[in-house]
Every structure is written in C-alpha cells, then in structure tokens.
C-alpha cells in the first residue's frame, strides 16, 4: 500500500514552467513504477509520463515529450514532473500514481493521489 500526496499545481502563464511533486509513504517506494496523469474538464484521464522503480526506464505522451520530465528521487520517495513551455491545453488536474515494476509503464496503475491543479492562461 503506498499513499500519494501531489503538490506545486497553480496559475502560470502560456510558455512559463511549473514543477510539480509527489510525495509517497511507504517503505517500498523504490519498488514501485511512478506516473504522472491529467484529466481536463470533460475529458478522460490522460497519460503524461512515466519512470521506472531504477530510473533506468521513461515514457511520455506525444504531447507532452519534450517539453516535460519526469524524475525521481527514492531516497526521498518522491517524484517529480518539470513541465515547461506550458500552453493552454495543458489545463487539467495533475494525479500522481503508483503501480508495481512489472509491465507496461503506460497503463495498471493501482494507487492515485488526490490531483493537483494547473491552469495555464493565454
């Protein structure tokens, strides 16, 4: 079992940054495959990114690659979403998720925080 508490979420505008992070209880923290997810008003929830329980392995979303990073910090059993060059659709509220190491990085996830916001204004 491990509890997900997402924080930095806010107002930014149009090409600003904003770093979001998670941070998990739980001795196994290591072990697990962390993502980050959004879902906007009206619309299903959206894979962003994703990084391995070593690190050694990541995953984005078309729309997102390039312009965000994930990363991690296991000691701190913490992770990380850098997310620059932010535009209006990326307007949505930010979930942070847990799932074990095996399989795909994209899809399983079995635990979630409680979501974040991020508005980015034109």
């Known amino acids: 079992q491990v509890q997900l508490v997402e924080s930095g979420g806010g107002l930014v505008q149009a090409g600003g940054s904003l770093g979001l992070s998670c941070a998990a209880s739980?001795?196994?923290?290591?072990?697990?495959?962390m993502g980050w997810f959004r879902q906007a008003p009206g619309k299903g929830r959206e894979f962003l990114a994703a990084i391995s329980w070593n690190a050694d392995s990541t995953a984005y979303a078309d729309s997102v690659k390039g312009r965000f990073t994930i990363s991690r910090d296991n000691a701190k059993t913490s992770v990380f979403l850098q997310m620059n060059r932010l535009k209006p659709e990326d307007t949505a509220v930010y979930y942070c998720a847990a799932k074990g190491p095996l399989g795909s990085l994209r899809a399983g996830y079995s635990y979630w925080g409680q979501g974040t916001q991020v508005i980015v204004s034109s």
């Open positions: 739980g001795r196994t923290f290591s072990s697990y495959t």
